[in-house]
């Protein structure tokens, strides 16, 4: 027994295992998603996650532990960013052809949803700190925090709101856009890289490059527009 | 593969510097895709023969195919993420079912708004007739 305890804490102190814990949950994950027929609710993020947590907590891991593994997946994060230019340059054209409609869903978009957050954080009676943590959650985890951070809420519950609605919005926009009955693959994955940033794009390229490609300008856009209107909108509405 | 993958973080580098030195309100990343973008319309223009001195990889498809694997598995990368939150849902309880109730509702208006005044400026600009994209 003790033999197979110091087996356990050599391995647990090296990144080896917990990025082979991440990876592993993500495979299988990714079969269960595609055995549903990528069906919303088996969204390969969630399903990983409470794999991932499920491990942790069964081995008493605490999560600085598991990190030092699965930073190395974390860090991908920003070159996944960077080549999200890779599609926009192939669909050029049909990205400039829509950018009258592009921009005018931004600016409704990111301005409907710091007033709804921010309207029913005010009455259901969230307190002020909570809500400025609350109101940049539709944008990429990094600036959030940011804004977050300057307005005075706290960037730990942000980060774990803007985690929780990527979460949602990729699991609403499939059902809610069939049974809008929208088609338009480019105003799909635009609202949805908007709402819900980079877990959005990721279900939406799931759905068509297209969509992904729309989405993924969303989520760059809607950073900059949301950090230059949440103070204003935190300042107007309370 | 290890030449696209020296020039997207390269992209990010620089846009990282960007974003700090200038204070900017963007995320370094998104600005490194603004940089990559500008590099693949450089190499297609030709007009510096920048394709003959660049390496292969970066003018034969591999970078092109390396990008759509990153892309292919980005719900990989916010794992690491949102297994911290899994860790800290204990900061959501005083206030979890209100919460829930702004994040789910406030989602789905915004996935509604958008997608609605998208289509509705859509069909008022763009000419009848099949656009290539449906």
Known sequence: MSGDFSLWVYLAKTPLLWLTVTLTAYVLADRIAAAT????????VLITVTLVGGVLALTGTPYPVYFEGAQFVHFLLGPATVVLAMPLYERRATVKRALVPMLAALAAGAGTTLAVVIALARLLDIPQPVVVSLAPKSVTSGVAMGIAEALGGDPTLTAILVI????????????MMNALKIHDMRA???????????????????????????????MGLNAFLTAILAPLALHLLF | MIASLA????????????????????????????????????RDSGRLGLPRC?????????????????????SLMFVPAGVGVVGRLDLLRAQGVKLAIVLVVSTALSLLVTVLVFRAVAARVERPGPDGEP
């Open chain 1, 164 to 175: 929780l609605t990527g979460i949602i919005g990729a699991i609403l926009v499939t059902p």
């Open chain 1, 37 to 44: 027929g990528r069906h919303p609710i088996a969204n390969p």
């Open chain 2, 7 to 42: 020039l997207i973080l390269l992209a990010q580098l620089v846009g990282e510097a960007i974003a700090r030195g200038a204070h900017a309100p963007i995320p370094g990343p998104v600005i490194g895709m603004g940089l990559m973008f500008g590099f693949l319309l450089l």
């Open chain 1, 188 to 218: 799909r994955g635009f609202a949805a890289g908007l709402a819900a940033h980079g877990i959005g794009t990721a279900r939406a390229f799931q759905v068509s490059e297209v969509a992904g490609t729309f989405a993924g300008i969303a």
């Open chain 2, 54 to 74: 660049l390496p292969k990889p970066l003018t034969d498809g591999t970078l092109e195919n390396t990008a759509r694997g990153l892309l292919l598995n980005l």
